[in-house]
Structures are given as C-alpha cells and as structure tokens.
C-alpha cells in the first residue's frame, strides 16, 4: 500500500540506523519493518493463521474504499482470483490492442502544438483514460468525460494515506469530494449497464459481488491500477532518456517497430501498433528488462500484513524475533531492493541488463528484475502482467517521438 517518497526516504535512514528490522509508528498505526531476506520469505509465504494480509489492508479497505470488511473480506478470495484470471498473460493481446490505440491518440494530442511536455502530465495523460477504458469500458468513460474522472482520481489518490488514518474524514472535503464524484459515476453507468461486456463488470459478476458494494470495488480496482503505474511509467522513461543510459536506450529502440507512430493515422499505424503491443508483451526482451529495472528502484509502497498469532521471526546470525498476535509488518521494496544480499555489489545502479537474480529465486511468489515490487506470495499484484505491458506501451510510443 502506498507510503510517499519521504517515507522511503524515512525508512532508509531508520535502516542505516537500526538494522534489519524496526519498529515505526506511522499514521497512528505501530508497524514493524523487516529487511532478512528470510524474514521477508517468510512474510510473502506463512500462511494466513500465522501472517494475514485482510486485516492489515482493513483501514484502506474500509476507510478509504468504503467496504465494510465483514462484507467484502468474504468476497476477497473471489474477487482476487476473477481479477488474475482476467488479467492473464494470454488475455493481454487483445485488452492492449484498443489501449495501444487511444495511447496513440493521446500521444498526438498532447504534441498538437508541438511545444514542450512536462513528462508526468504526459504520463498521466497516456495512461488515464487508455486504463480507464480498457478495464472499465468506452462507454464509462465518454459517459463521465476522461478529463472530469482524471481530476477526481487524482485528487482521490493524493489525499489516500492521510484518509486511510484516524483523521475525521469531514476534515478532509476534497478527498471526500473526489471520492463521491468517482462513486456516483460508477453508481450511475451501473444503472445504465455500461459494464456489461467489460472486465469491471465481469469481474463484479464473477464473484458474485453484492450491486450496492459493487462501486465501492470499482474505485479501489481503479486506484489499484493507475495509483503505482504512472510513477512506474514516468521512471521507466526517464531513466532511459539520461545520457548516461543510452547503450540501454538504443538496445530497446533497436527492438522497436520502425515506423511509430511518425504523425501517422491510426488506420495506417495499426500494423504497427500490433507489433508494438508483441513488443511490449515480450517479458525477455529489453523494454521488460528496462520496465522491470526502473520498477524495481522505484517502488514507493510497502507491502503489509499482520501477525495472526504469536510467532517468532528470523532476523539475522541465527537471532530469532519475538512478535505478538496483531503487530502490523511491513516488507518495503523500495529500501529491500537496495540490498545487496538480493540484487548483488551494484543493487543502487540502474542496469536492465542484471543477470545474478539468484537470492531472490527463491522467495516464495517473487522473482525477476522488479523483486517484491508486485507483492508476493498468495496476495501478489493481479495486475502485473497488464501493468507491465502497458507501461511498456506508454514508454516505446514516448520514445518514439524522437
Ligand atoms: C507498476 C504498477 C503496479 C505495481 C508496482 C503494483 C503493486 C502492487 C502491490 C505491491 C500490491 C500488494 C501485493 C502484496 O501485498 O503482496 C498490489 C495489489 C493489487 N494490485 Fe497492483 N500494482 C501495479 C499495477 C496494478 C494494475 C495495473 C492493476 C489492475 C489492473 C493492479 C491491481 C491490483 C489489485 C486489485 C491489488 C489488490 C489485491 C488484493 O486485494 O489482494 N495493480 N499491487
């Protein structure tokens, strides 16, 4: 779940500090840091009687999506499963063929004046609507108007972990505004049946999820999906445009469809973008490898759960550490994936092309360049296969504007 920057920045000082595990008290709540790479095994892999991920995510859940957790939490298992099944690999071919598309409008939009593009605003803007309509549908969105829903989603996102603490909400007015502009809008194409077809309204079927908390998945499904890729997609893009990574920059030009999208129609690009889209679905090739490796340095979040029993934890040298039954863990990529037990002598440096993934192979639901930058274990991001194909697509066609 999210912690801003000056968390990350936070946490690393407490680790020089402190070692392998601490305790901090963040937004009220008293969370202990883990950083052994047994320990973190053993977070992503215990199982739930002794680790648990529902009550740890409870004060999101409930505070900020408005899904009471006696309700929803019997559902969770349901709604993960449709979720990763409907974002399958084998799947991602066609969901990305029309977001490759509208990408594409984007992308000449925002050049139309031919001036200069903030890269964030640029992101934002490729990847807004094109997720928007390609989870919850066109009709979705041409309803609710991509620039209204945009602004509201980006407000929402913005004030999360502070609605996520014990302050009053009344207190917090535009992230109460954001989130029942977002609510109604998905309240009022559910009435009008602009779901049907589309993965939200598949997904709400498969689980069997009850109509009046049907909205309420909706935004945490829509968070879920932009609030981690647009930092994704601005690293990824910035990282290869530094002068000092150009041999990786002409390695992933190099694979790219030569003629993108060059001012092109549509009509006459669409070969391309077909080819784009295999391009961005190659998990070997060097734009995943480059994806993968900004990802993996740029992972604000911090993964949680929470001790369901007392147990004990391996820390370091053997040493064991004591935790009682509803004490708060965290695992946080950001800081982990710096550590050179897992990413070897060179973990800070940028390289898409490291090879020695070797102490992470094992760990239990994780591996490849990104680490835990998707979770792990049984909870692990279901939407990471999309993620991943559809930063690539937003990076190769920003690059391809020279
Ligand atoms: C760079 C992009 C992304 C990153 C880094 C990311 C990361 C994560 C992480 C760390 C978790 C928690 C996993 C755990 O605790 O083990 C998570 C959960 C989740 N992600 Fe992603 N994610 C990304 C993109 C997406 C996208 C595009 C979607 C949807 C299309 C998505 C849907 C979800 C959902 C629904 C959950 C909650 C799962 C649950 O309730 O168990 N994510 N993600």
């Not at 052994?36 to 215990?46: E, H």
């Not at 739930?48 to 900020?64: C, E, G, H, K, L």
């Not at 784009?276 to 490898?289: E, H, I, M, Y």
Request: proline share 6%.
């Amino acid at each position: 779940m999210g912690i801003a920057l000056h968390g990350s920045d936070l946490i690393h000082r407490c680790r020089i500090k402190y070692g392998d595990v601490f305790t901090l008290k963040l937004a009220g709540r008293s969370i202990t840091f883990l950083f052994s790479p047994a320990a973190i095994q053993q977070f992503f892999s215990a199982p739930d009687a002794q680790i648990a991920f529902r009550p740890a995510i409870q004060p999101f859940t409930q505070r900020v999506f408005g899904l009471p957790s006696e309700r929803f939490f019997p559902k969770h298992t349901a709604v993960l499963a449709a979720l990763r099944g409907l974002l399958a690999p084998g799947s991602l071919s066609s969901r990305l063929q029309p977001v490759a598309a509208v990408m594409q409008a984007r992308l000449h939009a925002l050049w139309a004046d031919g001036g200069e593009v903030d890269l964030l605003e640029g992101v934002k803007e490729m990847l807004f609507a094109p997720t928007v309509e390609a989870l919850f549908g066109v009709k979705f969105c041409k309803r609710h108007g991509a620039a209204g829903l945009a602004d509201a989603f980006f407000c929402f996102e913005a004030s999360f972990e502070l609605a996520a603490s014990p302050l009053p909400q009344f207190l917090q007015r535009g992230f109460c505004a954001a989130r029942s502009h977002l609510l109604s809008a998905f309240r009022a194409s559910l009435a009008a049946e602009d779901f049907e077809g589309e993965l939200i309204g598949d997904l709400i079927r498969q689980s069997s999820m009850e109509p009046d908390l049907a909205p309420n998945v909706m935004l945490a499904v829509l968070w879920a999906a932009l609030s981690n890729s647009v930092p994704a997609t601005f690293w990824s893009t910035a990282f290869l445009l530094l002068p000092e990574h150009r041999r990786h920059l002409d390695s992933v030009m190099a694979c790219l469809p030569p003629q993108l999208p060059g001012g092109a129609t549509s009509a006459e690009t669409s070969q391309d973008l077909e080819s784009l889209v295999q391009v961005a679905l190659d998990r070997k090739g060097p734009l995943a490898a480059a994806v993968a490796e900004a990802v993996r340095l740029r992972s604000p979040g911090v993964d949680l759960r929470m001790a369901a029993a007392d147990l004990f934890l391996p820390i370091t040298d053997g040493r064991q550490l004591s935790v009682k039954k509803g004490q708060l863990l965290a695992v946080s990529p950001y800081e982990s994936h710096l550590d050179e037990r897992l990413f070897g002598q060179c973990a800070f440096e940028y390289n898409p092309q490291r090879g020695d993934l070797a102490a992470i192979s094992g760990v239990a639901g994780i591996g490849g360049v990104a680490g835990f930058a998707f979770g792990g274990g049984r909870y692990r991001c279901p939407g990471r296969f999309f993620a991943e194909a559809e930063i690539a697509l937003v990076v190769a066609l920003l690059l391809s504007r020279g």
